[in-house]
Structures are given as structure tokens and as C-alpha cells.
């Protein structure tokens, strides 16, 4: 059985990374099985999406703790626990990272047994509908990496898993997409089949003994202020709104008004954005009366870029 992991950030397409791959297997002759595990469903926060392929019917179960092949979308996700990036990497298990730094860094910086390849899926933006995503050039890269998946396969799959969003969209990431599949011609073949699942080869899980407690202090309680502040929710964020003092008339402070995260306040009669906060949600952009909110990429160092 194969087994493959997306990570990525929401709105980047790992969900349909994971359609549009798990349909080109089934093209291909195999019994598939895909499915998304979101976290806070907000664009921006991390996400896992999986898909098992198998000659035989898949009985297997649950999220992915051990993938043959692992894609990452967004490179900032590795150094975050929660993402669960290196979880479970093993030394077969094979790692597409989309990323500009070569392989060779990535290799020493992780310290990982197995293989790095690096690839460009383009910056973590997702984007309007009818542009390219990062999620299809994600499919495409994984199933060159997997070898049985031909490229008319991987065609097929696009358009009927993007024909929702018109004709135009399917044919903005058709291309990309076989240049993405053409690119990884030299890792073709290397995601090695994991073994399939069985009751004689099945390990029961490490369970965590946790201590009993009273209903009234386990309940979900806040038992102290302003914990929020401690958490720097601006990394979830992949596109940053800022603002142009310029077209900023000084209104009733509608953006602040509206941010539902409390992360634009007034000082010295001007708005501003606490960037560690801010999720990118972008609620300030549309709301805001003079268009003064534009949206800028994240770069991986988290400043905006130019």
C-alpha cells in the first residue's frame, strides 16, 4: 500500500491535492481512499490531507502516522510542532518540499535518515479562483514520485476535479501542472510501497494514562486573562494586509471595528496591525471604505515581500 501525507496551510489546495492525486490513482488502476483532517478550518492554519492507494481493497483506517511519501506546501510548517511535518518520517519515507533552498539544506537542517527532494510550487498564495494553485502543482509532483501514475492520468483528474470552477481555472492549472510532472522526472519511482495493514503486523498505540479530575476544574473553564496574547496566531498567516497612510482617511476606524481578532488598534490618531496576531483573514480589506488594505505574500522570513 502507498501512503502519502499533505501538509500545507488552508487555501492552498492540499484538500484538492489530495482529490485530484487520489483520482489519478484510481485512473490508474488502483483502490483508493482520500480524505482531509482540518484543525481551526481558517484559512491560513495548518492542515493534513491523505490518500492510500493499494492493488487491493483498503481496509486500513485514520489518519497517516507513518507515509511512504510526504508533501510539504509550505515550508514555513516544519518548524511548527502542531503541523506534525516530521512526524512519523521514516528512513523509506520519501520528502517533497516546496521550497527554493536546495535539498542538500533542508537534508542537513532536519537531520532526516530518508530522501529530500525540493521543488517549486510557487509562493504560499492561494490565490482567486481561475489562477493556478499550489495544491495541484503539489498532486503533480507526488504522482511523478509515485511511478504508476502516467500523465494523461494526472490530466483527467485535474479537469474533473477543478471543472467546479469553470474552464478557465482547469486550463490555468493544466499547465503548470505538467511542467511540474516533466520537473520530477528524475524522482520517478523512488516512493518505495509500504507494507499493507494486518491484525499480525498491527502495533497498538502508546496510550498516555491521564489523571482523573472533577467535572467542575476539567471542564474547558479559562482560568486566566489575556492567554490569547501568548499565542502568535500571525503564523498562520499567508497573506498580510497592509495598510497605505496615503489613502487612509481616517475614518471611524472601521477596520478595527471589524478585525474579529482585535488586532488593529488606534494610535496617535492612525490604525495599526499587530502582525503577531493578525491571522490574515483579510475581514480589514473588504470592509475598509477607501481601499487603503492591500494583501502582500508572506515571505518565509514572515516580513511581507515588496
Not at 495493514?197 to 502508546?206: G, I, L, N, S
Request: proline share 8%; glycine share 8%.
Amino acid at each position: 500500500m502507498y501512503r502519502v501525507r499533505f501538509h500545507g496551510r488552508g487555501g492552498q489546495g492540499m484538500k484538492t491535492a489530495s482529490r485530484i492525486l487520489g483520482t489519478a490513482c484510481f485512473l490508474a488502476g488502483f483502490e483508493v481512499q482520500d480524505a482531509p483532517r482540518y484543525g481551526a478550518e481558517r484559512r491560513g492554519a495548518p492542515i493534513h490531507a491523505y490518500v492510500r492507494a493499494d492493488r487491493q481493497p483498503i481496509r486500513e483506517r485514520g489518519i497517516i502516522r507513518n507515509p511512504d511519501l510526504a508533501i510539504v506546501a509550505d515550508p514555513t510548517l516544519v518548524p511548527i510542532p502542531a503541523a506534525g511535518v516530521l512526524s512519523g518520517l521514516e528512513a523509506h519515507t520519501l520528502l517533497l518540499i516546496n521550497s527554493r533552498e536546495p535539498a542538500e539544506i533542508w537534508k542537513d537542517r532536519l537531520n532526516l535518515p530518508g530522501t529530500v527532494i525540493a521543488f517549486h510550487a510557487g509562493d504560499a498564495d492561494p490565490g482567486p479562483a481561475g489562477t493556478h494553485l499550489a495544491g495541484t502543482l503539489c498532486a503533480a509532483s507526488a504522482a511523478r514520485s509515485l511511478g504508476f501514475v502516467a500523465l494523461s492520468h494526472l490530466e483527467q483528474a485535474i479537469e474533473e476535479e477543478l471543472a467546479g470552477l469553470g474552464p478557465s481555472a482547469v486550463a490555468a492549472n493544466l499547465l503548470p501542472a505538467r511542467a511540474a510532472y516533466d520537473r520530477l522526472a528524475h524522482a520517478e519511482g523512488l516512493v518505495r510501497e509500504g507494507a499493507g495493514a494486518c491484525a499480525d503486523t498491527y502495533r497498538m498505540p502508546e496510550w498516555i494514562e491521564l489523571p482523573f479530575d472533577e467535572a467542575r476544574i476539567s471542564a474547558p473553564v479559562i482560568h486566566a486573562a489575556l492567554t490569547s496574547e501568548a499565542v502568535p496566531t500571525g503564523l498562520w498567516r499567508t497573506l498580510r494586509p497592509v495598510i497605505d497612510p496615503k489613502r487612509c482617511n481616517r475614518c471611524w476606524w472601521v477596520c478595527s471595528s471589524f478585525c474579529p481578532d482585535g488586532a488593529i488598534s488606534v494610535r496617535q490618531g492612525r490604525p495599526e496591525i499587530d502582525y503577531a496576531h493578525c491571522k490574515g483573514c483579510l475581514v480589514c480589506l473588504a470592509q475598509c471604505p477607501p481601499h487603503a488594505i492591500e494583501a502582500l505574500p508572506e515571505t518565509r522570513t514572515g516580513e511581507a515581500a515588496p
